[in-house]
Each structure stands twice: as structure tokens, then as C-alpha cells.
């Protein structure tokens, strides 16, 4: 059982170049979000989805896109990237119940944007 | 969606004493709260949980109370140990529908 993994887990970026972060997780969990992570501060929401095809934005969504095609993927794509991206990112997954459940993190994805 | 203050964002104590902090919700409708643990250069995990129909929960040295009157919640680390030193978050939740919304997080350090 993999649970949330991410890929990859480093990148460098020249400035406005595209990419694609990649999460999959094998735990059947609908709901599916990505965190962007600056030094020093905490957990910023930037996308998230409450199960496939269905998809809203967080705290942070400027210059990112995702689309939830199956309920295992959930890809996060930066458009034209730029230095103020430069964070760690994170994808978390868990189950839909009444009142929320425990979310699953991925190992992280550390972006550069030069 | 959630928004949560979380006090104090740094907190510093000597192992063996006890360590809480603090988060306050603006939604009285939210009834799940749970406290994630992040280890420097790892990811965040879930440490405990608490849900609207209870005021305590305890995990050996690791408790959550919850005042839903006064809207907070609060993580109480006893006999605190270096390897509690990390970052600590909290959130609150309706449902698992809603976005989840993080508090800023509380850098911990356990002084030997």
C-alpha cells in the first residue's frame, strides 16, 4: 500500500517554463487537495476536489491549474512558472465522511523557480 | 471554508514540562479538529483528533480539549520529550466536503 505518492520530489524551474506536479493515491479517498509550504510558514490550500471531474479553488490558486480526471490522480500544473513559486509543495488525500477524516500526505515536492 | 488562529506561532520548553497550544475557529458549525505533527523535512502527519461530541481525548502524553462555547481547542503535550520538537497545525472542520483550511502552525522546540 504506496498511500499519497508524489512525483517528483525535487525540480528546478527556469522562469516561465511549465510543469506538471504529479500525486496518485491508491486509498480510494475522494477527497484530493495541494499545499504550497514557504519556508518558515504553514500549509496554504491552493486546489482541491471532492471527487473526480470536481474541482475548486483554495487560498492560493493564482498561476495553478488541476484537473481530476480519475479518483486516484490528481495533477497540479503551474502555467508559466515563476520565482515567487519557489516552495515546497504538498498533495493530501482521505475520505469522505460525515464531519471529516484523517488526510494523508504525500512526501512533497520541492520546487525551485530560477 | 474554516478560518483558524493559532497561538503561540513559536513555543519553547524545557523536556519534562508540558507544552499547549492554542486555536480558535470563527464557525460554530465545525465539529471535527484535528492536530497534524510536521517533523523538519517531512511531511505532515496526524497526531490526534477530536470531534464535537466530545470535550477531552487522550493518546498517552498527547490530549486535545475542546470548548465549543468559547470556540477553541487546544493541544496539550505532557512530559515533552526532544523528539516533540516540530511544527504543529490544527484545522476545523463541518464536513468532508469542506476545504481544509490550516492553522499558521506552532514551531515547538524541546530543550534538552
Known amino acids: 500500500n504506496a498511500g499519497v505518492t508524489q512525483t517528483p520530489k525535487f525540480q528546478v524551474l527556469k522562469t516561465g517554463q511549465s510543469m506538471t506536479l504529479q500525486c496518485a493515491q491508491d486509498m480510494n479517498h475522494e477527497y484530493m487537495s495541494w499545499y504550497r509550504q514557504d519556508p518558515g510558514m504553514g500549509l496554504r490550500l491552493i486546489h482541491y476536489s471532492v471527487g473526480a471531474g470536481i474541482t475548486d479553488q483554495g487560498e492560493v490558486p493564482n498561476g495553478y491549474n488541476v484537473s481530476r480526471s480519475t479518483t486516484e490522480d490528481f495533477p497540479l500544473r503551474l502555467l508559466s512558472a515563476a520565482p515567487s513559486q519557489t516552495s515546497v509543495y504538498f498533495c493530501a488525500s482521505s475520505y469522505q465522511t460525515l464531519g471529516g477524516t484523517e488526510a494523508f500526505f504525500g512526501q512533497g515536492t520541492r520546487l525551485t523557480v530560477v | 471554508g474554516e478560518n483558524v488562529e493559532q497561538h503561540p506561532s513559536t513555543l519553547s520548553v524545557q523536556e519534562g514540562d508540558s507544552a499547549v497550544i492554542k486555536c480558535t475557529y470563527s464557525?460554530?458549525?465545525?465539529?471535527?479538529f484535528p492536530w497534524y505533527k510536521q517533523e523538519l523535512g517531512k511531511r505532515p502527519q496526524l497526531i490526534i483528533d477530536i470531534r464535537s461530541n466530545v470535550g477531552e481525548k487522550k493518546d498517552q502524553r498527547i490530549a486535545v480539549t475542546l470548548n465549543k462555547t468559547a470556540k477553541h481547542f487546544s493541544l496539550h503535550i505532557t512530559e515533552t520529550q526532544p523528539e516533540d520538537s516540530a511544527v504543529y497545525f490544527c484545522?476545523?472542520?463541518?464536513?468532508?466536503?469542506?476545504?481544509?483550511?490550516f492553522g499558521p502552525g506552532t514551531s515547538l522546540s524541546v530543550i534538552p
Open positions: 464557525d460554530s458549525a465545525s465539529n471535527y
Open positions: 484545522a476545523a472542520l463541518k464536513t468532508s466536503y469542506d476545504k481544509v483550511i
